[in-house]
């Protein structure tokens, strides 16, 4: 006589349901009860008691969090932080190649740079803070800027935290577009020594979100919110002067114009 299979046995001579179907619809009864586990020392009992909620790193994301829920002080205790819409350029540095060019508020949040009308002239503006020392690496700095060129073929577009790529300064990271080339790059100073790394799939025709971020692992470069590279080798160590900005380039004599519409910066307090 072959043997019976257990699950399909009926679970008692006076109810035809059968112990596999008694467990599914006991596990399905289980799932839906709002009541489960709660119980003192049982799992979701314990989770919502315990002082700290331990969750996966990056794991709780913004459409988890209701609008308004996360107050001025939850985000400013520990972080110095800068946003700029160019509202003003009053307390702002400006380098002009020959006293040539002008940078001008051309509406709100368009910040017009017009190069001046030799090859190689450079237009840029950025802040310092010697309250917050010279050395930003600690600090794990970040710098966004929206900006737009104009005239791709005709300049030069540079961010910069710490020192210009085009300075001779220590340390220091960013993005270029190189007019000679028509690619962008990533760059970083470890020390005097520059490193670059070319950045495909960027339309310069168009206006663009460039997003530069140091974290543990390196120095992450993103544009329009996607990650296109991260650096994790020869990392600056220091850099020898605050300066957070942007800048542009021409390198024939057309007097080309870039624009950028707004700039962010954070980076931790000095404490």
């Not at 020869?234 to 300066?243: A, G, V, W």
Request: proline share 3%.
């Amino acid at each position: 006589m072959a043997e019976p299979v257990w699950g399909m046995l009926q679970k008692a001579q006076d109810d035809s349901e059968t112990i596999e179907q008694a467990i599914a619809r006991l596990i399905a009864e289980h799932n839906t009860n709002e009541e489960a586990h709660l119980g003192v020392g049982q799992s979701l009992q314990s989770h919502k008691a315990s002082e700290i909620i331990d969750h996966l790193a990056q794991s709780v994301v913004a459409d988890k969090v209701k609008d308004g829920e996360i107050t001025t002080p939850k985000l400013l205790d520990t972080r110095f932080i800068v946003r700029s819409y160019f509202e003003s350029l009053d307390a702002w540095e400006q380098f002009k190649t020959g006293s040539r060019g002008t940078i001008v508020i051309s509406s709100v949040s368009d910040l017009t740079f017009n190069l001046g009308s030799q090859a190689n002239d450079y237009l840029a503006l950025y802040f310092i803070n010697e309250f917050l020392g010279t050395n930003l690496i600690p600090r794990k700095p970040l710098l966004e800027i929206v900006a737009y060129l104009n005239d791709p073929t005709y300049l030069n577009f540079i961010t910069f935290v710490g020192n210009d790529w085009a300075r001779s300064l220590d340390g220091g990271f960013g993005f270029i577009w190189k007019a000679s080339e028509s690619k962008f790059y990533a760059w970083w100073k470890d020390g005097a020594t520059l490193y670059e790394e070319e950045l495909a799939g960027i339309d310069e025709d168009y206006p663009h979100r460039f997003r530069c971020e140091l974290l543990d692992d390196g120095i992450h470069f993103s544009v329009d919110g996607a990650l296109l590279y991260t650096a994790t080798g020869n990392l600056p160590t220091y850099t020898d002067e605050f300066s957070v900005g942007l800048a542009f380039q021409a390198i024939d004599t057309s007097t080309p114009q870039g624009r950028a519409s707004s700039l962010l910066y954070v980076q931790d307090q000095p404490v």
